[in-house]
């Protein structure tokens, strides 16, 4: 879950590190008032989840309080890559003499958290990393034994920084380390750095994003950060549509039946497990099909999230039919997702034969599913059929 | 012949009362051979049984009931508990440990990985569904009830890893269909850090005689494919790989999360493009449709047999070409 430059400042000034003097402000009202007491130039950045801030002139400088409420007032109306801003974030103007790089991530493939340090801050540091992999360090660290200071000094010295600057410049990485850490982020970075005219550092910008799976344990930070549950903070806001399929999977907590994601086409897809939706998504585009919703059902739903699954999808303006495909099921009960889907066409006053173009899950339960199936004249498919061949199949009924 | 577990191999259930597990307990003694199941973790059920299997507050006790060492555990219980259980298994000399738990954040599981390392002990998973060896053993629950998993999965010369523990079976249930049975299959688990990922398998594979080819579900995320084909590279393996990449769609939309947890495209490196890409570049050939796999792996296995078969002629006859094993023919076309 990716965190407002507003929240991850937050953050990072909780744990320590300077920040300059700013303010989050909802209206121009407000960020007049927090200029005034900035009392100086200030920079004024629009809120929003996305990059591309500063070309779509989302950034914006003010030398006077009115001059900073104009800008916001403009911002806080600017649309950036289909994003409204939350709000805006006014940070005092700072003489920066120098930008450096400080971030943390996951190293996959090594599976331990890494520091990234940069002594060419203000860029993005996949661009320095490609053309100056000199001027970047790094330096993965344990998870189970406690972060050390002199991890953090060893990775900045390796890039030739020495003096003052290394000794005050260790301790922002070595918290950004343990922050990292502490509230479970899967990126934690601050860039630029700003070394000022004084030769103290500050944050000059900062973003963290923060791993879903560990929200339940972070609550007391988000409550603090005004977090709520409610809030995915995907790529894009979810639909209406794809609300409605969360209410389906918090039904009940046997299995899942939701994951929904929107899409324009007219097949609706009632699909799993995990993979299997990632194969079949695929295989009907691959067919010339058109999907209108991405979704997943595993870990063997009751009869009731699945029909609550198939009524949404069904009833999603531009849907023709429904395709229901999984790979072969071995926890997920073959019967119960036939009667789960069966009974929602049943209950909106559908054929099912008519409505379900294809029903392809083989597996646990299947000799009583394909029962059923059959006794409604549903077009049915074992596992002789492949998730392709499945996929087909219904998209051409569509085409008919 | 197989990796990771055979016939011999003993483990426990943690937390063997809850629903999921019961049913995992019973299919994996149902399967194959029977899994040796010694005993099943419950904090507070000391003394009951599940399917005949003991029940103990700690893996101590398990480990004492059992008079000696226990080789794995599958793991079941909650996210919030799982590293504890993991920590609880390593400390008691638990080598193969299968995190069947999903949900689990990123921290927990590289501290669990980390403190596995130094116990020279391995995990697989999180968020899998386990090892399964054809007709011989299952730890987990993977393929499901003995009798779904025997529809699925025959012995034979194929290794099969998978990020999806689903389509494990969809892809074994194919290969099966056209004779082709699997060595081992592994579902190592679909989150952006696990504990065992196809380039740690692939030393395992190659030194198990039964095995001939590797087939391979990937997915977008991560960095693993790249590991993969560089151990490819870099490793004069015998072993001919196919890979099947779903989730191609996921590359126009970048940041958004579909079916697992570390199937999240971030950079311009781990898009499924980007990933066919650098297999095919290590030789490694990614088939568009999962009914095309069988095929492909046969012609491998045959080539292979017939490469074997002349390099080893040409060795009785010529020394200096016997000098250099392999030599032009250890290239792979694809």
Redesign the interface.
């Known amino acids: 879950m990716r965190l407002f430059e507003y929240e991850s400042r937050a953050i990072v000034a909780k744990a320590g590190i300077p920040v300059t003097k700013h303010g989050f402000a909802k209206t121009a009202i407000e960020a007049r008032e927090i200029a005034e007491e900035i009392a100086g130039p200030v920079v004024i950045k629009s809120q929003v989840l996305t990059g591309g801030r500063m070309k779509a002139g989302g950034v914006q400088f003010a030398d006077t309080p009115e001059e900073a409420a104009k800008h916001a007032e403009h911002i806080l109306e600017l649309e950036i890559g289909g994003h409204m801003p939350r709000g805006v974030l006014v940070d005092s103007r700072a003489e920066v003499k120098h930008e450096y790089y400080a971030g943390v991530v996951?190293d996959?493939?090594r599976?331990?958290?890494v520091m990234l340090f940069s002594d060419m801050g203000g860029i993005d540091i996949?661009e320095v990393a490609e053309e100056h992999p000199d001027h970047v360090a790094r330096g993965h660290f344990?998870?189970?034994r406690p972060f050390s200071d002199w991890q953090a000094k060893q990775v900045i010295a390796s890039l030739g920084i020495t003096g003052t600057s290394l000794n005050r410049l260790t301790p922002i990485l070595a918290k950004l380390a343990r922050l990292f850490?502490d509230y479970?982020m899967?990126l934690a970075e601050i860039n630029p750095l700003g070394e000022l005219e004084g030769g103290a550092f500050v944050a000059l910008d900062a973003h963290m994003d923060m791993?879903?799976?560990?929200r339940?344990?972070q609550h007391a930070i988000l409550r603090e950060l005004g977090v709520g549950d409610e809030e995915t903070r995907?790529?894009?806001e979810a639909t209406p549509f794809e609300l409605a399929g969360e209410a389906v999977d918090a039904q009940d907590h046997r299995g899942v039946a939701g994951?929904v994601?929107e899409f324009d086409g007219n097949l609706g897809l009632v699909i799993?497990?995990?993979?299997?939706?990632?194969?079949l998504?695929?295989?009907v585009?691959?067919h010339g099909g058109r999907p209108a919703n991405?979704c997943?059902i595993?870990g063997n739903p009751s009869v009731r999230k699945a029909c609550g699954l198939a009524k949404l999808v069904l009833q999603k303006p531009g849907v023709d039919r429904i395709a229901v495909m999984?790979?072969?099921?071995?926890?997920t009960r073959v019967d119960i997702v036939a009667r789960g889907v069966i009974k929602a066409c049943i209950e909106l006053g559908y054929d099912p034969a008519e409505k379900i173009a294809i029903f392809r899950i083989?597996?646990?339960w299947e000799e009583e599913g394909f029962k059923i199936l059959e006794k409604y004249g549903v077009d049915y498919a074992d596992?002789?059929v492949?998730?392709?061949?499945a996929a087909k199949r219904a998209v051409e009924k569509i085409g008919e | 012949m197989s990796i990771l577990v055979d016939e011999t191999t003993t483990f426990i259930v943690q937390g063997i009362t809850g629903r999921e597990a019961v049913n995992l307990t019973r299919e994996c003694l149902d399967y194959g051979k029977g899994a040796k199941i010694v005993g099943g973790v419950t904090p507070g059920r000391l003394g009951r049984d599940v399917h005949g299997v003991p029940v103990f507050d700690t893996v101590a006790q398990a480990v004492e009931h059992h008079g000696g060492p226990i080789v794995g555990s599958v793991v079941t219980v909650p996210p919030a508990f799982t590293k504890d259980a993991v920590f609880e298994a390593l400390e008691n000399g638990i080598k193969l440990v299968v995190i069947v738990t999903e949900r689990i954040p990123r921290g927990d599981v590289a501290q669990m990985v980390e403190l596995a390392g130094e116990r020279e002990a391995r995990i697989i998973g999180p968020n899998c569904l386990g090892i399964i060896v054809p007709d011989v053993i299952k730890m987990g629950g993977i393929g499901g009830p003995a009798r779904d998993a025997a529809k699925s999965y025959t012995p034979g010369p194929v290794g099969v890893i998978s990020r999806s523990g689903g389509m494990t079976t969809e892809m074994s249930s194919t290969l099966s269909a056209a004779g082709l049975g699997q060595s081992t299959a592994v579902s190592i688990g679909g989150d952006a850090i696990i504990g065992t990922s196809y380039a740690e398998l692939m030393p395992l594979f190659e030194a198990d005689p039964e095995t001939e080819a590797i087939v391979i579900y990937t997915e977008p995320g991560g960095r693993m494919e790249a590991e993969l084909a560089r151990w490819v590279t870099e490793n004069d393996s015998r072993l001919p790989i196919v890979a099947f990449m779903a989730g191609r769609f996921m590359d126009e939309m970048p940041g958004m999360s579909f079916g697992h947890a570390g199937t999240i495209v971030e950079g311009k490196e781990d898009t499924a493009s980007e990933k066919i890409a650098r297999l095919a570049e290590a030789g490694i050939v990614v088939a568009d449709e999962i009914s095309e796999i069988p095929g492909i792996v046969s012609d491998k296995i045959a080539t292979r047999a017939a490469r074997t078969a002349r390099t080893a002629r040409t060795a009785r006859t010529s020394s200096s070409l016997a000098s250099s094993p392999g030599g032009e023919l250890g290239g792979m076309s694809s």
Do not use: H
């Not at chain 1, 799993?272 to 194969?279: D, E, R, V």
């Open positions: 996951w996959g493939i599976k331990r958290p996949e344990s998870t189970i850490l479970d899967t791993e879903n799976e560990a339940p344990r995907q790529a894009r994951n994601t799993g497990a995990g993979g299997g939706s990632l194969t998504f695929d295989a585009r691959a991405y997943e595993g999984m790979s072969i099921v071995s926890n083989p597996g646990a596992r002789s492949s998730l392709s061949g």
